[in-house]
């Protein structure tokens, strides 16, 4: 099981840091990615970090702003959200997949779903 958390409303310009924290099952082998889905659009992708923390992906609106981070120790993942704009109100989920299942920026390749937070950033 994975539940992310840490989402709510800021104002453009602040910061949001969200966790996921996995339970039931330990996920340090996998990778992990955070996703979001904003109202009318498709699921895109924000950020994944390998197992080892050792490589970390970036979608080109995020780069710069947002930080993805692990702690296997807690089985928790982060993503520190920076100089946030209203384009990045979505809800954003975290995921975990087999390591080596191929690109890190494809939803397909994630096994395990949290279910979402909600990011709302106002203007």
């Known amino acids: 099981q994975l539940q992310a958390s840490g989402g709510g409303l800021v104002q453009a310009g602040g910061s949001l840091r969200l966790s996921c924290a996995a339970s039931g099952r330990t996920f340090s082998m996998h990778r992990m990615g955070w996703f979001r889905r904003a109202p009318g659009k498709e699921r895109e992708f924000v950020a994944a970090?390998?197992?080892?923390?050792?490589?970390?992906y970036y979608a080109d609106s995020v780069k710069g702003r947002f930080t993805i981070s692990r702690d296997n120790a807690k089985n928790t993942v982060y993503l520190q959200m920076n100089s946030l704009k209203p384009e990045d109100t979505a809800v954003y989920h975290c995921?975990?997949?087999?390591?080596?299942?191929?690109?890190?920026?494809?939803?397909?390749?994630?096994?395990?779903w949290g279910q979402g937070t909600l990011v709302t950033v106002s203007s």
């Open positions: 995921a975990a997949g087999p390591t080596g299942s191929g690109s890190y920026y494809q939803d397909g390749n994630y096994d395990y």
């Open positions: 970090i390998s197992w080892s923390a050792g490589s970390t």
